[in-house]
């Protein structure tokens, strides 16, 4: 279940372990985000007019869980062209955990030169974890899931979000069934405007401005 956070507070927490770019781990059973739930059709139904209200590719929008992280709803939106993001906040640490969903991809050459969170130009280290990517750089780790025509990326900072917090966060990424999708997008339906009150406009007679002058006015 989706929990809805008020504010989207600072980070804090422990350190972690950097490891080197394409070391392997035999045998390791990383994340995979499309194992971690069925797939909606994106292209049809709440969710696809939910996103495209917002400027989202419906198949870019993913949802993902952790032991005492709610999601801070205001974090939601569109991530460069229609890509998604979104930011769930633990309730006794405030630390934040990033769900990103972009157009592109990931591999051995090109992990490297992709900077983890918006830090460019910060030295990035990968290290395969399974089907996922463990990236390190700039003070903030991620797990890197490439899917098909895009890639799922959980990330937070280091001295936050322990690496096995994370992990798990990253093999729970899935595409939203309908009650995710209600929870996690916005409606895509206006919201109702309230009539503006005048107070110029008498409560009786034909409505008329009342352009009475005082004594003295």
Request: hydrophobic fraction near 40%; proline fraction near 9%.
């Amino acid at each position: 279940m989706i929990r809805h956070a008020r504010v989207l507070p600072v980070l804090v927490l422990a350190p972690l372990l950097l490891a080197a770019c394409g070391s392997e781990k035999a045998g390791a059973s990383g994340p995979s985000a499309s194992a971690a739930g069925p797939a909606a059709a994106p292209g049809t139904g709440e969710l696809a007019s939910r996103a495209q209200a917002m400027g989202v590719a419906p198949e870019l929008v993913y949802v993902t869980e952790a032991p005492g992280f709610t999601l801070a709803q205001q974090s939601v939106g569109v991530l460069g062209d229609d890509g998604f993001s979104a930011t769930w906040v633990d309730g006794e640490t405030n630390a934040l955990l990033r769900l990103a969903v972009d157009r592109g991809t990931i591999t051995a050459a090109t992990c490297p030169e992709q900077p983890v969170g918006d830090m460019s130009g910060e030295h990035t280290t990968c290290e395969r974890d399974g089907s996922a990517w463990y990236r390190t750089g700039a003070g903030r780790h991620e797990y890197a899931l490439p899917e098909e025509g895009h890639v799922v990326r959980v990330s937070a900072e280091t001295d936050a979000v322990p690496r096995d917090v994370l992990r798990a966060a990253a093999r729970a990424a899935h595409r939203p069934d309908a009650a995710e999708t209600d929870a996690l997008l916005p409606s895509a339906e206006p919201a109702p405007s309230t009539p503006v009150e005048r107070g110029d406009l008498p409560p009786f007679g034909d409505g008329a401005p009342d352009n009475h002058v005082d004594v003295g006015g």
